[in-house]
Each structure stands twice: as C-alpha cells, then as structure tokens.
C-alpha cells in the first residue's frame, strides 16, 4: 500500500467516524488535503458509498444526510478539478443524481446532494410515522354527514424559543429538541376583538365535483372542477402544483392526497371525490388573516387545520379533541414536508389547547418518531399582555425550500456557526424560567442574546432595515429586549417593553411606519388562546 493510498483509508476512516459517532467536527477540514486529487476524491466516495450500503433503518436516513452533505463538498472538489470520469453510485443516491453522474453532469451533483438531505429528511419522517400506525389513511364518508357543514378554527404559535430550530427532524433525533411557544388570536386593524386568524370549512356537495378555495392574505386561488371535464385535463390542473407554482392552493390539494381522497395513480379526480363522498362533490375553502412566511406558523397550522376538517368528514377519531394529540400535528408535518416545506415538530404544536397558552416542550433523542412531551407553564396572562408587545414589520419571509442554512451549521458543524447551536439549547431553560418566574426584563435581555445567536447561524435572518428595530433608541428606551419570531429575515417581532410603558412602546412603533420599508408595519393587539383548534359543526 503507498502512502498515498494509505492517507486515503484513512481520511475515508475518520470521516465515517464522524458521520456515525455524531462528532462535532467540521469534515471540509479534513476535505482540504483532497483539493485537486480526482483519484482520491473517488476512492473517498467508495469508501463513503459501502458504508452507506451497510447501514440499516432510520440510521440509514439520518447518517444519510450527514453523508449527502459530505459528498455536495466531495463533488463541488471535482468539479473545479475539471476530472472526466464514471463516478460510483451510493445506495443514498436519488434517480436524479444517478442520472447525473451517468450524464457527467459533476457541476450539478452538489445541489442535488443537498436536495437529497431533505428527501432523507422525509422518508425517514414517514417511515418513522408508519412505524407506529401514525400514517391512516381516511374512510369514506358517513351518510348522516351528508348534509353537515364542518368549519375548524385556529390561533397561531408566538414563538418564544426552539433552541434556534432544535424541532428541526434530524437534530431533535440525534441530540433533542426544545420549544417555547403560545397560542394566540389576533386582533387586526378594523376588528372589534381578538379572535383566532385561521378558519377552514369543509361541506359535501350534492352533485360531482370538486371546489377548492383559498381566501388567505396574499395566497388567494380557486379550482373548480366538475364531471364534464375530461380526467386528463383534471388530473393536470389538480397537479398543477407539483410543477411549481399554485401556492395558494397547494396545502388544500396535497391534503386531499395525503387523506386518501385523491389517489395520483388515477386521472379522474371528480370520480374519486364522488366515490369518496357517496355520489356527490365536495367544497374546501380555506382563510388566513396574516401572509404565510409571518414567522407565527400559519402554513404549519392551516396544514393542521385542514387535516383536521377532512379526518372529521371521514368520522376518524384524529379529528377528536382527544386523538387530536401528537397524531393530527405529527400529520401536519408530513403534509407539509411532502410539499417542500420545511417545518419543524413545534410550528403546528404551539396552537394545540391545554390548560394554558403557553407551553414548553422537550422531545427526547431517539430512532423512532420524536414524541414531544408538552408541559403547560402557567403564568399571569394579564402580566404577559402587559409585558409582550407584538410587532408586525411588514417584511415579507419567503418559507424555506432548498437546505435550511441552520440545518447546514448542524450537517457541517462549522466551527464559526455551530457553537451557537449549542448555547441555543442552553438559554432555552433559562427563558423557560423567566417567563415562568414573570421576570420579563431578564425575558427581555435573553430574547435580544438569542436573537443574536440566530443571526449568527442565519446572517440573512436580519438586515439594516430589521437591525433598525433592536436598536433605535427611541424604541430602546421603552423596551427590555426582543427578537423576530420564527427563522427571522421579516414577519411579526416580539418586544418585552418595560414595565408600565407598553403604550409609549407602541406609541413609537406605529412611528415606523413614516421610514421606508416599514410601510406595511404595524402594532397588532392579540389574546392568548388556550382553546387550540376549535371544530364546530
């Protein structure tokens, strides 16, 4: 064996170590050796590649992704090395990248070698629900709700800490996962109260047919179909979002998938809305009060919502206020990775009820499905009111598609960025005793050191326009502390005023409006809602 060879096994060696030990050790340093090295490069893959084959169950999904997130590093080396050559298959490999190498296409690898990290990231989620009879597909209506209107309305999560996307699927199973977060209703201007933002209605239609709507902020679309429309046409207008675009209406429509309703393999769309509801047709109609991307859940919890009102015309028991917990949210998560979206296990939780608004949850690691234990922190909803002022910037947040740059921090553990990763998980507790202590000004300067630590996994979550808001004195001098709800980069702020000067807090607030980019901002009054997700009939 040469040196050179012998360099090579053992570089391959420590980085399956690190991939199945968890290490937290940066693999693009070991990588460097390899710049401008074809050979090595490919021996490298090889070695990665058996060891892939000979992993098992979700181990094999979770390493996976580790492993796909070395080989993106492993073929962008390639690629600048300009090396021609047939390049070994992986048994982690999609269609589309197998494709790739028989085409050579190495400038294309590394992206769909991120884009099989979230695909590893669903397949693992699904089989992990199948794994204890989570997945159910929906029945066929019951006659006696024929004539039924079915309507589930829903607050929204304020979310107070994850541990900065601790929730996120991959590192809640390797390392655990925490959450901060309350329900609330939303008073917008023109409205007399608070009231829940979300509303989902569901009916049976007397004759074939089937009527989507979205009335949502910004996501406003229709579908009509009926029997004189030839299958194929329906067929492709339906999964006209698997094309891209349609967002409006996407959730409605993989909803009807994921239920069971609407089957891909069959062109007849009308036919199977018929045979699901006896005869007839069916009309879904969804409304939101605030865009999707506000930071507040809304996509993750009208997922939820939906669900809920379709389980409900089916009479399973997941759409009942007691089998709505964990299954109707862990659905709710798969309805909306299958979509691309990717949400983590709190989004949809933070608007479940109990007997109060804001809970903590903690899910321990595991191979199986994360199983968030929830426990309700019982605090002084006036105080709070007093205390947390909410704060609409205006700046839109586009949902996150590609590979989350949190997760990436996670996948590489690049020394710049990962450490905050750690400290996240450790002022989580303290917030969690803060707020449950009512100190709202240490709440306050914990908020705005979080907030820095999401900055600095995410630097594209902030700007000179957001940075504005944390640090205006004239806001300043009102406020304790603050931070962007959710991944940040736009939607609803949360500020912990001090005490007694929420009204000049706000005062300053609605001020903002005159400096551009802060047209669309806004104060917005909202109550704590411990109701959850409410179905009336």
């Given at each position: 064996m040469?040196?050179?060879?012998?360099?090579?096994?053992?570089?391959?060696?420590?980085?399956?170590?690190?991939?199945?030990?968890?290490?937290?050790?940066?693999?693009?340093?070991?990588?460097?050796?390899?710049?401008?090295?074809?050979?090595?490069?490919?021996e490298?893959?090889?070695?990665?590649?058996?060891?892939?084959?000979?992993?098992?169950?979700?181990?094999?999904?979770?390493?996976?992704?580790?492993?796909?997130?070395?080989?993106?590093?492993?073929?962008?080396?390639?690629?600048?090395?300009?090396?021609?050559?047939?390049?070994?298959?992986?048994?982690?490999?999609?269609?589309?990248?197998?494709?790739?190498?028989?085409?050579?296409?190495?400038?294309?690898?590394?992206?769909?070698?991120?884009?099989?990290?979230?695909?590893l990231?669903?397949l693992?989620?699904?089989?992990?629900?199948?794994?204890?009879?989570?997945?159910?597909?929906?029945?066929?209506?019951?006659?006696?709700?024929?004539?039924?209107?079915?309507?589930?309305?829903?607050?929204?999560?304020?979310?107070?800490?994850?541990?900065?996307?601790?929730?996120?699927?991959?590192r809640?199973?390797?390392?655990?996962?925490?959450?901060?977060?309350?329900?609330?209703?939303?008073?917008?201007?023109?409205?007399?109260?608070?009231?829940?933002?979300?509303?989902?209605?569901?009916?049976?239609?007397?004759?074939?047919?089937?009527?989507?709507?979205?009335?949502?902020?910004?996501?406003?679309?229709?579908?009509?179909?009926?029997?004189?429309?030839?299958?194929?046409?329906?067929?492709?207008?339906?999964?006209?979002?698997?094309?891209g675009?349609?967002?409006?209406?996407?959730?409605?429509?993989?909803?009807?998938?994921?239920?069971?309703?609407?089957?891909?393999?069959?062109?007849?769309?009308?036919?199977?809305?018929?045979?699901?509801?006896?005869?007839?047709?069916?009309?879904?109609?969804?409304?939101?009060?605030?865009?999707?991307?506000?930071?507040?859940?809304?996509?993750?919890?009208l997922?939820?919502?939906?669900?809920?009102?379709?389980?409900?015309?089916?009479?399973?028991?997941?759409?009942?206020?007691?089998?709505?917990?964990?299954?109707?949210?862990?659905?709710?998560?798969?309805?909306?990775?299958?979509?691309?979206?990717?949400?983590?296990?709190?989004?949809?939780?933070?608007?479940?009820?109990g007997?109060?608004?804001?809970?903590?949850?903690?899910?321990?690691?595991?191979?199986?499905?994360?199983?968030p234990?929830?426990?309700?922190?019982?605090?002084?909803?006036?105080?709070?009111?007093?205390?947390?002022?909410?704060?609409?910037?205006?700046?839109?947040?586009?949902?996150?598609?590609?590979?989350?740059?949190?997760?990436?921090?996670?996948?590489?553990?690049?020394?710049?960025?990962?450490?905050?990763?750690?400290?996240?998980?450790?002022?989580?507790?303290q917030?969690?005793?803060?707020?449950?202590?009512?100190?709202?000004?240490?709440?306050?300067?914990?908020?705005?050191?979080?907030?820095?630590?999401?900055?600095?996994?995410?630097?594209?979550?902030?700007?000179?326009?957001?940075?504005?808001?944390?640090?205006?004195?004239?806001?300043?001098?009102?406020?304790?502390?603050?931070?962007?709800?959710?991944?940040?980069?736009?939607?609803?702020?949360?500020?912990?005023?001090?005490?007694?000067?929420?009204?000049?807090?706000?005062?300053?607030?609605?001020?903002?409006?005159q400096?551009?980019?802060?047209?669309?901002?806004?104060v917005?009054?909202?109550?704590?809602?411990?109701?959850?997700?409410?179905?009336?009939?």
């Amino acid at each position: 064996m040469t040196g050179q060879e012998s360099e090579v096994q053992q570089l391959s060696a420590s980085l399956i170590r690190i991939v199945d030990q968890q290490e937290d050790q940066d693999h693009r340093v070991l990588l460097a050796s390899l710049e401008g090295r074809s050979q090595g490069i490919a021996e490298v893959l090889a070695h990665l590649g058996r060891y892939a084959d000979g992993l098992e169950g979700s181990a094999r999904w979770l390493r996976g992704m580790r492993l796909c997130r070395i080989q993106a590093d492993l073929y962008r080396l390639l690629g600048a090395s300009g090396a021609p050559g047939a390049w070994p298959a992986c048994g982690l490999d999609s269609k589309e990248i197998l494709d790739l190498k028989q085409q050579g296409a190495l400038e294309r690898l590394p992206a769909a070698y991120e884009a099989r990290i979230n695909q590893l990231q669903r397949l693992d989620l699904r089989q992990s629900l199948e794994a204890v009879g989570a997945v159910v597909p929906a029945t066929a209506m019951e006659p006696r709700d024929y004539g039924g209107q079915f309507v589930v309305e829903a607050p929204l999560r304020l979310g107070i800490s994850s541990a900065n996307a601790s929730d996120n699927h991959l590192r809640t199973k390797e390392q655990g996962g925490k959450t901060l977060n309350a329900g609330i209703d939303l008073q917008l201007e023109g409205e007399p109260a608070p009231a829940p933002p979300l509303r989902v209605r569901v009916r049976r239609l007397p004759s074939p047919g089937l009527v989507l709507r979205s009335r949502s902020t910004g996501f406003e679309g229709d579908l009509v179909l009926g029997e004189g429309e030839a299958p194929a046409v329906q067929h492709q207008r339906f999964f006209a979002y698997r094309r891209g675009g349609d967002e409006a209406l996407r959730l409605s429509k993989q909803a009807l998938v994921h239920v069971g309703i609407v089957r891909e393999e069959h062109q007849d769309i009308v036919g199977q809305v018929a045979a699901y509801t006896g005869g007839g047709g069916l009309e879904l109609e969804t409304h939101s009060k605030v865009l999707q991307g506000s930071g507040l859940g809304t996509s993750s919890i009208l997922a939820a919502a939906i669900l809920k009102a379709l389980y409900r015309l089916a009479g399973h028991p997941i759409a009942t206020a007691e089998g709505e917990y964990p299954a109707l949210y862990d659905q709710s998560l798969l309805l909306e990775q299958s979509v691309g979206l990717n949400s983590g296990w709190q989004d949809a939780r933070g608007a479940c009820g109990g007997p109060s608004a804001v809970k903590d949850f903690y899910a321990p690691p595991t191979l199986g499905l994360p199983a968030p234990q929830v426990q309700f922190i019982p605090i002084d909803e006036a105080q709070f009111a007093a205390r947390v002022v909410l704060f609409n910037t205006g700046i839109a947040r586009q949902a996150t598609r590609g590979l989350n740059v949190v997760l990436d921090a996670y996948l590489t553990r690049e020394a710049s960025r990962y450490p905050a990763i750690r400290e996240s998980l450790a002022i989580h507790d303290q917030m969690v005793a803060a707020l449950s202590d009512g100190d709202y000004g240490l709440l306050g300067r914990q908020a705005t050191r979080y907030w820095e630590l999401r900055c600095t996994l995410d630097p594209d979550a902030t700007s000179p326009l957001i940075r504005r808001l944390f640090e205006e004195p004239r806001l300043q001098q009102h406020c304790e502390g603050g931070m962007l709800t959710g991944a940040g980069g736009g939607g609803f702020a949360l500020l912990i005023c001090r005490q007694g000067q929420a009204p000049l807090l706000k005062e300053e607030l609605r001020r903002l409006r005159q400096v551009p980019g802060y047209e669309r901002s806004g104060v917005v009054e909202y109550r704590l809602n411990r109701t959850g997700l409410r179905l009336s009939e």
